[in-house]
């Protein structure tokens, strides 16, 4: 069974940072392509970043370009989410998602097979 477990979520004051991690089981991870996704309360859930199978290509949303680094660890089985500089407009509902193949990596959510369960993120003014 795949289970994607999300951490590292919290509360942090604007311009502060986290770092959130997702571990994986029940699948080759580094078969994966990963995605983090955020939704808002009273928003559709939206791409954040995307990290190739093997770690070699990252794509970012432009709001989070500059800010945020997805990193993966293939050894640990376990993707990250560096965030810095956060902003109110952060906060929201953090998901990791697994997509398996190599290339190319979509943004849109219904490309993804597995999904965690989600940590929030509250960023405060």
């Known amino acids: 069974q795949v289970q994607l477990v999300e951490s590292g979520g919290g509360l942090v004051q604007a311009g502060g940072s986290l770092r959130l991690s997702c571990a994986a089981s029940g699948l080759i991870f580094s078969t994966y392509a990963m995605g983090w996704f955020r939704q808002a309360p009273g928003k559709e859930r939206e791409f954040v970043a995307s990290?190739?199978?093997?770690?070699?290509?990252?794509d970012y949303q432009d709001t989070v370009k500059g800010r945020f680094t997805i990193s993966r660890d293939n050894a640990k089985n376990t993707v990250y989410l560096q965030m810095n500089s956060l902003t109110p407009e952060d906060t929201a509902v953090y998901y990791c998602a697994a997509r398996r193949g190599r290339g190319y990596v979509p943004r849109t959510a219904d490309d993804y097979t597995y999904w965690g369960q989600g940590t929030h993120v509250t960023v405060s003014s």
């Open positions: 990290i190739t199978w093997g770690g070699g290509s990252q």
